[in-house]
């Protein structure tokens, strides 16, 4: 993936975020100069991997698969005490998130607003395979169930909770979508298991410099 994607990425994200006033940290604009002057102040954004993350998830076709996300808080067991995650993501119009499940994360995603949030989702079984199990899951607190592989709409207000073991891909129709994600801690690292073998991060093509930082590019602390 090109560093000038990634750059108009986060700019259009901030852009859409500004229309729906929805508010980031302050540090969310920081520039990789700024974070060169951090010290151990902001060790938790970078032990917990906050920030940016605009990924394309190794396929090298974003428009078409990937996502734009910015984790504002998290938990890290090594580290800290917080059980939880919050995440706001910007899912563009026909823009697919990969198949995949979480072995540990429980996640609720929300339409905060755009375009309609699109989902389909499959059990996986013990042996992680995907089956055509019916899926039970809670939409607003109401217990619903989806035939495996159906397609579902979240109108802006709606969520969904996904547990454990549940394949899930994602996409907006109707025009962008503001998606929010609560859940447990998340480990990127080590908690997705892509429906086909993926990269979590891209590799990226230095074509420019950097505006602003992914969470998993913040220097050291000082």
């Known amino acids: 993936m090109k560093r000038s994607e990634i750059n108009r990425a986060v ?28 010290g151990d102040e902001c060790r938790e954004i970078r032990d917990n991997a906050l920030g940016w993350d605009v990924t394309d998830f190794g396929k090298g076709r974003f428009a078409e698969e990937g996502l734009t996300l910015f984790t504002i808080r998290n938990g890290n067991p090594a580290r800290d005490r917080k059980p939880y995650c919050e ?12 198949i995949h499940f979480h072995w540990h994360k429980m996640e609720d995603i929300i339409n905060r607003g755009g375009g309609d949030l699109c989902m389909k989702i499959w059990q996986a079984d013990g042996e992680e395979r995907m089956t055509d199990a019916p899926c039970a899951v809670s939409i607003d607190g109401e ?17 969904i909770t996904f547990e454990p073991y549940l394949y899930h891909t994602f996409w907006a129709e109707g025009g962008d979508c503001l998606a929010g994600e609560v859940s447990t801690v998340n480990d990127d690292a080590a908690d997705n ?12 093509d230095e074509d420019q410099r950097a505006e602003y930082l992914l969470c998993n590019e913040y220097p050291l602390s000082r």
């Open 193 to 204: 298991r892509f429906h086909e073998p993926l990269g979590r991060y891209p590799q990226i």
């Open 11 to 38: 700019r259009e994200a901030l852009e859409f975020l500004d229309k729906h006033r929805f508010m980031l940290p302050a540090w969310a604009t920081r520039t990789p100069q700024e974070w060169e002057k951090c």
């Open 87 to 98: 995440k706001i993501m910007i899912v563009r119009e026909g823009q697919r998130t990969p």
């Open 143 to 159: 217990r619903r169930t989806l035939a495996a592989g159906e397609t579902f709409r979240l109108h802006p207000g709606q969520s």
